[in-house]
């Protein structure tokens, strides 16, 4: 079975720019959150998404935002970058939406220049 | 505020050694505590527990909650090497789906 993939693995951005990451859950999850690891914050939650609708949303400016298709893949999209969105992003996928036992993808480091 | 404390941030021991990482939480309408292993990216997953005062093993690591004294433990027994990493221990709310909120997580080093 396959896990969680996210795309792509790195991303060097310049401030300013905009940028699409994606996440594929495990075949039949239709949960995906996203999350923002940084060493000085660790994981913090950024948003969830069950059937193509966003279920939860954490306290991260408007820059932030994503999206899921019907076949539950997932995009967050970061504009107007700053060198603060430095992080890597993590992408989790869960069975339902009621609180099962998250997976996570390998992540996106985002580097912001 | 919902909050996630672990304790030590960081730990280094030698090979062999037992270790017991602690978990404690404040959050309204609690569902269940998770721990995961973090090594180099994908932090994945331990245990998800539910219950009060049930211990979760798998090999050489356990787990248990206390659901009165809101806190969770994380033995490791005869330590190696490979069991570098940070630990991770989260929260999920009955109210907030599959949202996690976060500990700090624990440094653990385990030398030969």
């Known amino acids: 079975k396959a896990g969680v993939t996210q795309t792509p693995r790195y991303l060097i951005k310049t401030r300013g720019q905009q940028v699409t990451l994606s996440c594929s859950p495990i075949s039949g999850h239709r949960s995906v959150s996203w999350y923002q690891q940084t060493p000085g914050q660790g994981l913090q939650f950024l948003f969830e998404?069950?059937?193509?609708?966003?279920?939860n949303k954490g306290n991260f400016p408007g820059r932030f935002s994503g999206r899921q298709f019907s076949n539950s893949r997932s995009e967050m999209n970061v504009s107007t970058l700053e060198l603060g969105d430095s992080a890597l992003y993590l992408c989790?996928?869960?069975?339902?939406?009621?609180?099962?036992?998250?997976?996570f993808g390998q992540g996106t480091r985002l580097t912001v220049v | 505020e919902d909050k996630v404390v672990q304790s030590p941030l960081s730990l280094v021991v030698h090979e062999g050694d037992t270790v017991t990482l602690n978990c404690s939480y404040e959050?309204?309408?609690?569902?269940?505590l998770l721990w995961y292993k973090q090594e180099k990216k994908a932090p994945t997953f331990l245990f998800m527990l539910t219950s009060s005062g049930i211990e979760k093993k798998s090999g050489r690591l356990s787990s248990i909650l206390d659901k009165k004294e809101l806190f969770s433990i994380l033995n490791i027994t005869a330590t190696q090497t490979g069991d570098s990493a940070i630990y991770l221990c989260a929260v999920l709310k009955e109210t907030s789906g599959s949202r996690l909120t976060f500990g700090e997580g624990t440094q653990l080093t385990v030398n030969p």
């Open positions: 998404y069950f059937s193509e609708t966003q279920r």
């Open positions: 989790a996928s869960s069975h339902t939406n009621w609180g099962t036992e998250a997976f």
């Open positions: 959050v309204t309408n609690f569902r269940s």
